[in-house]
């Protein structure tokens, strides 16, 4: 069997229909409508004004220059371009134009979106482009008019280009990533003018898709040369194998010579961060997205290069190396992985879990094979059918396992006990019943002894399905929970990150009164349209990582 529909992105071939479910399709008329109208006028004004111009001029990103260096006893990554492989074709000449090769652009006309909610404001949209059409009639060669036809039909996506090429970095020439968040009208920008690694990866998977490799292979060999610093926080150093949250490229003066400068990269792994915690996902999306820049680029060199060997190795070794623990799953603190703020998430999330299937089973088929490698080999293999197991079986949640929690007894102590964790009915909260559908299910957010966290967590659920952690019917099922409550989940701007949000005294505790994660918003069941293209992914399980 092959590699799954839902994960063709990661095989180098673009999905030509990945939304199959007929509810997906609503998502133009509900969510991306007024997006479409607003950047298609803007795009005709814009073409009426600049018409004459070819091309546009990519402005490299100011990355915080201005930053002051950190102490001496911590060295930043230099510049050395005569050591680094260049990504030849990347910059013009110049540096003006944008160094991307022409890709395929998808058509989506305004006018196809469908009868609804949204009919008058479609009408208000028509008679405003007539209107503009009528202004440019009078042109005789029918330039303009042609272009404008041109133009209404060109889809968000151009926009979306336009927006990610302003955000990208450049490190001794040569793009490296993307920043976080671009937002020209904050002066505090605090740490979303840096590179994160979770963040870039649908940047990533986007250059790949548009068959821009260069950026990609740069983003991965940087960050694994981040990878070998010494880390350290009040004297004590974390585990060998740490990826950086995120990396900043800085100017200062050159060694020895006040006059000239150089670039540098500066990390953040964690000890510069809000809370201080380290980031336990971005070693395992480095490696996902290593084997997706492999799959879709037809280049094995650089996961079979030495230095990328063993960066793989020492995620693995930090991941798999024993603990206290009796569980497969990873056990961490608040805030080390998407949600980076205090959430009650602390313990085995599933997030986390979810990814770190995902990493085992690429760094199992990336890893080069040879004698240094048979005992990591072992115990993998040996995680990953723990851990599957665990998950499946442990973390799922419907209404029949709802009505068999209910009838639990507690306090069992026996090997051949049902209720292993020691769950007390009462614990389940009085939303689940009347939320939870008929048909559908999916996978608790957390689970340790004496506490299940019933809340849905997007994320963790959605990628259980893209990398196969969830069997074939609880990943249907998954998406039938998410096709009942779609209101619940996406409403008018997609997608919750979880449901539902953390209200009154329960937020006071659980968040310790954090203000920017108040009830539905942000961490706290905020909407977070980035997690659509994982929901379009896992419209395929039926195959997975696993085949």
Not at 248 to 256: A, E
């Amino acid at each position: 069997m092959g590699t799954s529909e839902a994960l063709q992105i990661f095989s180098g071939v673009i999905p030509r229909a990945l939304c199959s479910k007929p509810y997906l399709n609503n998502l133009d008329s509900t969510f991306s409508f007024k997006s479409q109208v607003k950047f298609a006028e803007k795009r005709v004004l814009r073409y009426m004004h600049l018409s004459k111009c070819s091309s546009r001029i990519l402005q490299e990103i100011e990355t915080g220059f201005s930053g002051k260096t950190k102490g001496n006893h911590r060295l930043l990554y230099r510049c050395k371009c005569q050591q680094a492989e260049s990504a030849s074709g990347m910059i013009p000449e110049g540096g003006n134009g944008a160094w991307f090769k022409d890709g395929a652009k998808i058509p989506k006309s305004i006018t196809s979106i469908q009868n609804g909610s949204n009919a008058s404001e479609f009408q208000d949209v028509q008679f405003a482009n007539q209107e503009i059409k009528s202004s440019v009639s009078n042109d005789t060669n029918g330039e303009v008019r042609d272009s404008f036809q041109k133009i209404s039909i060109e889809s968000i996506e151009d926009e979306a280009w336009d927006l990610l090429r302003e955000s990208i970095v450049y490190y001794c020439g040569s793009p490296v990533g993307t920043i976080a968040a671009r937002d020209p009208t904050c002066s505090n920008s605090l740490n979303y003018d840096q590179v994160f690694i979770r963040d870039f990866i649908p940047s990533g998977i986007a250059f790949l898709l548009k068959g821009e490799y260069d950026i990609v292979r740069n983003f991965i060999l940087h960050t694994l040369q981040l990878q070998s610093w010494e880390k350290t926080m009040d004297c004590h150093s974390p585990g060998q194998g740490l990826m950086p949250a995120s990396f900043k490229v800085r100017i200062v003066p050159l060694d020895g010579d006040d006059s000239a400068t150089e670039e540098v990269l500066d990390p953040d792994f964690g000890e510069a961060a809000i809370g201080r915690v380290a980031p336990v996902d971005s070693g395992l999306w480095w490696i996902i997205l290593l084997r997706a820049y492999g799959k879709c680029s037809g280049d094995p060199s650089v996961q079979e290069r030495v230095d990328v060997q063993t960066g793989i190795k020492m995620i693995l070794r930090l991941c798999l190396a024993d603990g206290f623990d009796m569980f497969p799953t990873l056990l961490v603190t608040d805030g080390s992985c998407m949600i980076d703020r205090r959430m009650g998430i602390h313990g085995h999330p599933l997030e986390i879990q979810a990814l770190f299937y995902s990493a085992l089973l690429c760094a199992r088929e990336m890893l080069a094979p040879e004698d240094g490698s048979a005992g990591l080999l072992r115990a993998l293999n040996n995680r990953l059918v723990a851990l599957s197991f665990h998950i499946r079986e442990y973390y799922w949640v419907d209404l029949r396992k709802l009505n068999e929690i209910y009838r639990y007894t507690t306090e069992e102590y026996s090997y051949d006990a049902v209720n292993k964790f020691n769950i007390y009915p009462d614990q389940i909260p009085s939303w689940l019943v009347e939320w939870i559908p008929n048909i559908g299910g999916y996978l608790l957010g957390n689970l340790q002894p004496a506490h299940m966290d019933f809340r849905f967590f997007s994320l963790g659920n959605l990628w259980s399905i893209v990398s196969g952690l969830a069997t074939i019917e609880q990943s249907h099922a998954i998406l039938d929970l998410i096709e009942s409550k779609w209101e619940d989940l996406v409403a008018d701007m997609p997608f919750k990150i979880c449901y539902p949000a953390l209200e009154g005294r329960e937020w006071q505790i659980i968040t310790g009164s954090d203000p920017k994660n108040t009830q539905w918003s942000y961490h706290n069941a905020g909407s977070w349209p980035t997690l659509l293209w994982q929901v379009c992914f896992s419209q395929s399980p039926d195959n997975s990582f696993t085949d």
